[in-house]
């Protein structure tokens, strides 16, 4: 009985942390703005803008402690990435973000990309 209460109590806080972490983040560097959509079905969207072309992305994320991980899915509609304005579709593969109150931090050869922090709206 002890043993089920324990388990009980860690998924709760798994949930807790998961929802705590979905969102809408977004951040700048120079002329350039990220936006990603962490949805609370495990999805995600991904937008980087420039003037033009812009990035696009969608897929699947998941939390493995205070990393957020990022997996993109095939792109959905090719066809669509060629009409005006013209997108490229950017794939995440095990891209990892550090989760931090209500920001994301991009991680690259397990470093923190501290420049280019995201913050939750």
């Known amino acids: 009985m002890k043993f089920l209460l324990v ?8 949930i807790s942390d998961f929802s705590e972490v979905c969102g809408n983040y977004y951040g700048e560097k120079e002329d350039y703005a990220t936006e990603i ?31 957020v991980v990022l997996n993109s899915v095939p792109c959905p509609d090719p066809e669509a990435l060629t009409h005006v304005p013209v997108r490229t579709y950017v794939l995440f593969t095990e891209t990892k973000y550090f989760y931090k109150k209500n920001s994301i931090t991009p991680v690259s050869k397990n470093k923190l990309l501290k420049g280019e922090v995201l913050q939750k709206e």
């Open 37 to 67: 959509r962490l949805y609370d079905d495990s999805t995600f969207r991904y937008t980087g803008k420039r003037e033009f072309p812009f990035e696009v992305s969608q897929g699947n994320w998941t939390l493995k402690g205070d990393t």
């Open 7 to 14: 388990i009980s109590l860690f998924f709760l806080s798994f």
